[in-house]
C-alpha cells in the first residue's frame, strides 16, 4: 500500500509540475505582454504560478517518502491529508486559470482553498 499511494503522489508532483511549466510559458506568451498588466493582476497570475510550483513540489516530496501507517488514527489521519495534498493542485490549477480574470478584489475561493488543504494536508501527516 505504501508503493501504491507513493506512486499516485509522485504521478501527481510530476504532473503538477508539468503544469507548472506550462502555466509559465502561458504567462511568458501571455497578450498583452506580462509587463504591461497592472501590477496587481501579474501578481494573481504569478502567486498562482508559484503555489502552483509548492503544492506540486510538496506532493512528489511525499510521494518519495512517504510511510503509511498500517492502522488506527494516524491512517486515518493520513489517508485525509493525503487526499487534501491530491487536490490541492487541481484547485490551484482552476485558480491559475480563473481567478486573474474575475480580478483583484474578486472571490479567490479556488487559490484560499487550494493553499488551505495544502496546509491541512502538512499539519496531518503523523510522523
Not at 508532483?13 to 511568458?28: C, E, K, P
Not at 504591461?36 to 493582476?41: A, S, Y
Not at 502552483?52 to 486515518?76: E, Q, T
Request: with cysteine; proline share 3%; glycine share 12%.
Amino acid at each position: 500500500m505504501s508503493r501504491q499511494i507513493g506512486r499516485v503522489h509522485l504521478t501527481a508532483g510530476i504532473l503538477t509540475v508539468v503544469a507548472f511549466l506550462g502555466s509559465g510559458q502561458y504567462m511568458r506568451m501571455h497578450v498583452p505582454a506580462m509587463a504591461v498588466l497592472e501590477d496587481g493582476l501579474r501578481m494573481m497570475y504569478r502567486s498562482r504560478h508559484i503555489y502552483l510550483l509548492g503544492s506540486g513540489l510538496v506532493n512528489l516530496m511525499l510521494g518519495l517518502y512517504i510511510h503509511v501507517w498500517a492502522a488506527g488514527w494516524r491512517k486515518r489521519t493520513q489517508t485525509a491529508g493525503s487526499v487534501l495534498l491530491l487536490a490541492a493542485p487541481f484547485l490551484l490549477l482552476l485558480a491559475f486559470i480563473n481567478e486573474p480574470g474575475r480580478g483583484v478584489g474578486a472571490d479567490l475561493r479556488e487559490s484560499s482553498s487550494g493553499c488551505f488543504s495544502c496546509s491541512e494536508a502538512a499539519c496531518s501527516m503523523p510522523s
